[in-house]
T-cell receptor, first 112, second 113 residues
Framework: QQQVKQSPQSLIVQKGGISIINCAYE??????FPWYQQFPGKGPALLIA?????SEKKEGRFTISFNKSAKQFSLHIMDSQPGDSATYFC???????????FGAGTTVTVRA | KAGVTQTPRYLIKTRGQQVTLSCSPI?????VSWYQQTPGQGLQFLFE???????NKGNFPGRFSGRQFSNSRSEMNVSTLELGDSALYLC????????????FGSGTQLSVL
């Protein structure tokens, strides 16, 4: 079963709007939470990552918010652009496990 | 710097056959991971190798196997193919630390008929 639950499955946003994707997990041993972006025909590419000792991390227009007590984290895409249209995956891993547990993915469509 | 190279890009096989997929990591990367991506199950971890040693394995049947060579190149093999093995198989390389950034290839699209 999916160890990381991701929602929504898809979303449509107007250019300049904010896209918000949410993820939740149960395993409190997870200590690394990356987000990956995937375009059609390509493999996923790391977008931004966070550790649970940080509540928020921002890189350009992308921000991760992390709520350790609720076991939830989210990706905010500010000022969404058509080039941001892609599938986004949240993921989690445990220390020296060397594997990522991925969410089911969210397809984001940005309308011009 | 060249990225992760996976060959072949597309593959069509019939049930019962076996298949070998190849992955060449980024130069200097010693870790190679394999993931299966399907519309229904998403991205599922298969296994991870570092310096020719398997460090972790996902919940896949024994028909799925892999290996890594001394030059860090990796292969995965699926024997006795089933229809449900149709998927995009992704390889990712990294330097090998616990939270190292994974660099994914474009994958091998396997279709089992």
């Amino acid at each position: 079963q999916q160890q990381v639950k991701q929602s929504p499955q898809s979303l449509i946003v107007q250019k300049g709007g904010i896209s918000i994707i949410n993820c939740a997990y149960e395993n409190t041993a997870f200590d690394y939470f990356p987000w990956y972006q995937q375009f059609p025909g390509k493999g996923p590419a790391l977008l931004i990552a966070i550790r649970p000792d940080v509540s928020e991390k921002k890189e350009g227009r992308f921000t991760i918010s992390f709520n350790k007590s609720a076991k939830q984290f989210s990706l905010h895409i500010m000022d969404s652009q058509p080039g941001d249209s892609a599938t986004y995956f949240c993921a989690a891993s445990i220390g020296n496990d060397y594997k990522l547990s991925f969410g089911a993915g969210t397809t984001v469509t940005v309308r011009a | 710097k060249a990225g992760v190279t996976q060959t072949p890009r597309y593959l069509i096989k019939t049930r019962g056959q076996q298949v070998t997929l190849s992955c060449s990591p980024i130069s200097g990367h010693r870790s190679v991971s394999w993931y299966q991506q399907t519309p229904g199950q998403g991205l599922q971890f298969l296994f991870e190798y570092f310096s020719e040693t398997q460090r972790n394995k996902g919940n896949f049947p024994g028909r799925f196997s892999g290996r890594q060579f001394s030059n860090s190149r990796s292969e995965m093999n699926v024997s006795t193919l089933e229809l449900g093995d149709s998927a995009l198989y992704l390889c990712a390389s990294s330097l090998g630390g616990a939270e190292e950034k994974l660099f994914f290839g474009s994958g091998t699209q396997l279709s089992v008929l």
